[in-house]
């Protein structure tokens, strides 16, 4: 049954990324959509995680189905993979560097400061 609802939160997860890329980011030749995505979701995992799961009593099928279903799939490595390939191929060495750079870093410091909210939210 966890499958059905991982599976479904997933679907809904798909969607919204890519609603996000066609809407904001459909005619860049820098992967903004996927970084911004991937951060946003670094930042949303840390959050729902250390307070969200702990403040809100869901059930462990639900909480599985949001961190993995939805956020692993709205969250895309093989997407960043793909692009940081076709930038190096085009030639676009440095910015394939930069987005590289950008994810990692900017993905830890994203989950770090969804961490940290919780912490500040928790305290009052």
């Known amino acids: ?3 059905l609802w991982v599976g479904c939160a997933g679907m809904f997860g798909a969607m919204l990324r890519y ?3 066609i809407s904001f980011f459909a005619d860049s030749r820098f992967p903004w ?3 911004t995505i991937n951060l946003l979701g670094s930042f949303l995992l840390a959050w729902l ?3 969200v799961f702990k403040k809100v009593r869901l059930s462990p099928h639900l909480s599985t189905a949001i961190g993995t279903g939805f956020v692993g799939s709205f969250t ?3 997407t960043l993979s793909v692009e940081t390939i076709s930038l190096f191929q085009d030639g676009h060495n440095f910015l394939a560097m930069v987005y590289v ?3 990692l870093l900017g993905g ?3 989950s770090h400061l969804g961490f ?3 912490k500040e939210v928790q305290k009052s």
């Open 49 to 51: 995680t250390s307070y």
């Open 1 to 3: 049954m966890i499958y």
């Open 76 to 78: 895309t490595f093989s």
């Open 19 to 21: 609603l996000i890329g």
């Open 116 to 118: 940290k909210v919780s």
């Open 101 to 103: 750079l950008v994810s």
């Open 33 to 35: 959509a996927t970084l």
């Open 108 to 110: 830890l410091t994203m």
